[in-house]
């Protein structure tokens, strides 16, 4: 019955590593976005595509790459993870691009060692 | 440049008490606006959105009110419960964009 579902929830890593995280929405939306959100709660867009076509990129490190297999899921691959990546990101999705209401999964919290 | 402000950063109050937290904004054209409530290690659900046309939005003990004319917003709780305790985060839509403006949210916490 999850509209938003992230996996993992929790992600424990060392520096340099490869990480991904995924994201699938079954509310049939056609925009999906990937937010971060750091210590100070402060919510960034770093990316959003809409029916597999990305339509925001952010001033993310290339490190971070989007991939949309399909409209329901977006995955977010991380190479050579810095201390500065660890932060809770969350996958959402809408109905409308600009007016949509944001649907938000549960977030991923990512600790970078 | 497009920001959102929100006041107080947070608040305690007792349970069953009303409460107001407000969003102040700058941000031009303007879409909607929309306040959003985000339980610890959860992710934000949202309260109300808000066309520019529409001054008030009731979501059950949750009120929002919005004048665009002077580009401000107000969130209010009504009777409290411990269950409201959380971070309330104000988000405006310029609708020439698909970037939405983040305020940094205000937190609430409820005591009994």
């Known amino acids: 019955d999850t509209a938003v579902s992230q996996t993992p929830k929790y992600l424990v890593t060392q520096m340099g590593n490869d990480k991904s995280i995924k994201c699938e929405q079954n509310?049939?939306?056609?925009?999906m976005y990937w937010y971060k959100q750091d210590s100070k709660k402060f919510l960034k867009i770093m990316f959003s595509?809409?029916?597999?076509?990305?339509?925001i990129n952010e001033t993310v490190p290339n490190r971070f790459s989007p991939k949309s297999p399909d409209k329901a899921h977006l995955n977010l691959h991380i190479n050579s993870l810095e201390l500065g990546d660890s932060a809770v990101y969350f996958c959402?999705?809408?109905?409308?691009?600009?007016?949509?209401?944001?649907?938000f999964g549960e977030g991923s919290r990512l600790t970078v060692l | 440049k497009n920001q959102v402000e929100q006041s107080p950063q947070s608040l305690i109050i007792l349970e069953g008490k009303n409460c107001t937290l407000q969003?102040?904004?700058?941000?031009?054209?303007?879409?909607?606006l929309r306040w959003y409530k985000q339980d610890t290690g959860r992710g934000p659900v949202s309260l109300t959105i808000?066309?520019?046309?529409?001054n008030t939005k009731s979501n059950g003990r949750y009120t929002a009110t919005l004048d665009a004319d002077t580009k401000q917003s107000s969130l209010h709780i009504t009777a409290s419960q411990l269950s409201d305790s959380a971070s309330y985060i104000c988000?405006?839509?310029?609708?020439?964009?698909?970037?939405?403006?983040f305020g940094t949210g205000t937190r609430l916490q409820v005591f009994p």
């Open positions: 959402a999705s809408s109905q409308f691009r600009n007016t949509g209401e944001l649907f």
């Open positions: 509310l049939g939306h056609d925009t």
């Open positions: 595509y809409n029916n597999k076509e990305l339509i």
């Open positions: 969003c102040n904004y700058t941000v031009s054209p303007f879409s909607n």
């Open positions: 808000m066309t520019f046309s529409e």
């Open positions: 988000v405006v839509s310029p609708g020439n964009t698909d970037k939405l403006i």
